[in-house]
Protein backbone atom coordinates (compact mmCIF):
# COMPACT_ATOMS: atom_id res chain seq x y z
CA UNK A 1 0.00 0.00 0.00
CA UNK A 2 0.95 3.57 -0.45
CA UNK A 3 0.75 6.33 2.42
CA UNK A 4 -0.80 9.55 1.13
CA UNK A 5 -0.29 13.28 2.58
CA UNK A 6 -2.50 15.82 0.61
CA UNK A 7 -1.45 19.89 0.58
CA UNK A 8 -2.54 22.75 -1.00
CA UNK A 9 -6.01 23.54 0.77
CA UNK A 10 -6.67 26.96 2.11
CA UNK A 11 -8.91 30.06 2.61
CA UNK A 12 -9.86 31.41 -1.02
CA UNK A 13 -12.43 33.77 -2.52
CA UNK A 14 -15.34 33.03 -4.94
CA UNK A 15 -14.05 32.62 -8.36
CA UNK A 16 -10.43 32.24 -7.06
CA UNK A 17 -8.28 28.72 -7.61
CA UNK A 18 -6.59 26.19 -5.72
CA UNK A 19 -4.11 23.10 -6.63
CA UNK A 20 -4.40 20.46 -4.08
CA UNK A 21 -1.60 18.09 -4.32
CA UNK A 22 -1.23 14.40 -2.90
CA UNK A 23 2.08 12.87 -2.22
CA UNK A 24 2.64 9.35 -2.12
CA UNK A 25 4.98 6.98 -0.29
CA UNK A 26 6.92 4.68 -2.19
CA UNK A 27 7.85 2.78 -5.39
CA UNK A 28 4.37 1.54 -6.61
CA UNK A 29 2.48 4.94 -7.29
CA UNK A 30 2.06 4.48 -10.90
CA UNK A 31 0.44 1.03 -9.95
CA UNK A 32 -2.47 2.65 -8.32
CA UNK A 33 -5.22 4.41 -10.19
CA UNK A 34 -5.81 7.96 -7.80
CA UNK A 35 -9.12 9.70 -6.96
CA UNK A 36 -10.52 12.83 -4.90
CA UNK A 37 -13.39 13.06 -2.90
CA UNK A 38 -14.64 15.37 -0.87
CA UNK A 39 -16.82 16.18 2.37
CA UNK A 40 -18.82 19.26 3.42
CA UNK A 41 -19.75 19.49 6.94
CA UNK A 42 -22.64 17.59 7.88
CA UNK A 43 -22.76 15.71 4.19
CA UNK A 44 -21.85 12.27 3.02
CA UNK A 45 -18.47 12.10 1.65
CA UNK A 46 -18.89 12.71 -2.31
CA UNK A 47 -16.81 12.10 -5.71
CA UNK A 48 -15.03 14.51 -7.43
CA UNK A 49 -12.42 13.01 -9.87
CA UNK A 50 -10.43 10.60 -10.99
CA UNK A 51 -7.61 9.18 -13.18
CA UNK A 52 -6.37 6.01 -14.46
CA UNK A 53 -3.03 4.60 -13.62
CA UNK A 54 -1.56 6.15 -16.33
CA UNK A 55 -3.48 9.26 -16.82
CA UNK A 56 -5.09 9.18 -20.03
CA UNK A 57 -8.80 8.49 -18.66
CA UNK A 58 -10.16 11.22 -16.22
CA UNK A 59 -13.49 11.45 -14.92
CA UNK A 60 -15.32 14.15 -13.03
CA UNK A 61 -18.57 14.88 -10.80
CA UNK A 62 -20.65 16.78 -12.89
CA UNK A 63 -21.09 19.31 -10.04
CA UNK A 64 -17.09 20.23 -10.90
CA UNK A 65 -16.59 19.36 -14.93
CA UNK A 66 -15.22 22.10 -16.54
CA UNK A 67 -13.75 24.16 -13.61
CA UNK A 68 -11.21 20.97 -11.79
CA UNK A 69 -8.90 19.17 -13.54
CA UNK A 70 -7.03 16.42 -12.45
CA UNK A 71 -3.97 15.11 -13.28
CA UNK A 72 -0.76 13.18 -11.93
CA UNK A 73 2.97 13.12 -12.39
CA UNK A 74 3.91 9.43 -11.88
CA UNK A 75 8.15 10.45 -11.62
CA UNK A 76 7.22 12.46 -8.66
CA UNK A 77 4.56 9.88 -7.40
CA UNK A 78 2.55 12.76 -6.93
CA UNK A 79 -1.47 13.29 -7.96
CA UNK A 80 -3.10 16.94 -8.02
CA UNK A 81 -5.75 18.72 -8.42
CA UNK A 82 -6.41 22.02 -10.09
CA UNK A 83 -9.59 23.96 -9.32
CA UNK A 84 -10.81 27.11 -10.88
CA UNK A 85 -13.61 29.11 -10.00
CA UNK A 86 -14.01 28.41 -6.55
CA UNK A 87 -17.88 28.39 -5.03
CA UNK A 88 -19.03 28.22 -1.61
CA UNK A 89 -20.34 25.24 -2.07
CA UNK A 90 -17.22 23.74 -2.65
CA UNK A 91 -16.27 24.00 0.95
CA UNK A 92 -15.08 20.90 2.33
CA UNK A 93 -12.10 18.66 3.42
CA UNK A 94 -10.80 17.23 0.03
CA UNK A 95 -9.35 13.48 0.58
CA UNK A 96 -7.09 11.46 -2.29
CA UNK A 97 -7.35 8.09 -2.01
CA UNK A 98 -5.83 4.98 -4.26
CA UNK A 99 -7.34 2.15 -5.69
CA UNK A 100 -6.92 -0.21 -8.44
CA UNK A 101 -9.32 0.89 -10.92
CA UNK A 102 -10.80 4.44 -11.69
CA UNK A 103 -13.77 4.63 -10.30
CA UNK A 104 -16.30 6.98 -8.91
CA UNK A 105 -17.31 4.36 -6.00
CA UNK A 106 -15.54 5.13 -2.52
CA UNK A 107 -15.53 1.70 -1.42
CA UNK A 108 -13.56 0.73 -4.24
CA UNK A 109 -10.08 2.64 -3.01
CA UNK A 110 -8.16 1.17 -0.32
CA UNK A 111 -6.13 4.41 0.38
CA UNK A 112 -6.43 7.27 1.89
CA UNK A 113 -5.04 10.49 3.18
CA UNK A 114 -6.25 12.31 5.89
CA UNK A 115 -7.79 15.42 4.29
CA UNK A 116 -7.01 18.74 3.78
CA UNK A 117 -9.47 21.59 4.29
CA UNK A 118 -10.70 23.75 1.37
CA UNK A 119 -12.98 26.79 2.63
CA UNK A 120 -14.78 29.72 -0.04
CA UNK A 121 -16.74 31.94 1.85
CA UNK A 122 -20.13 33.16 0.69
Known amino acids: QVQLVESGGGLVQAGGSLRLSCAASGRTFSSYAMGWFRQAPGKEREFVSTISRSGDSTYYAASVKGRFTISRDNAKNTEYLQMNSLQPEDTAVYYC???????????????WGQGTQVTVPS
Open 97 to 111: AAGLTHTRLSHLYNC
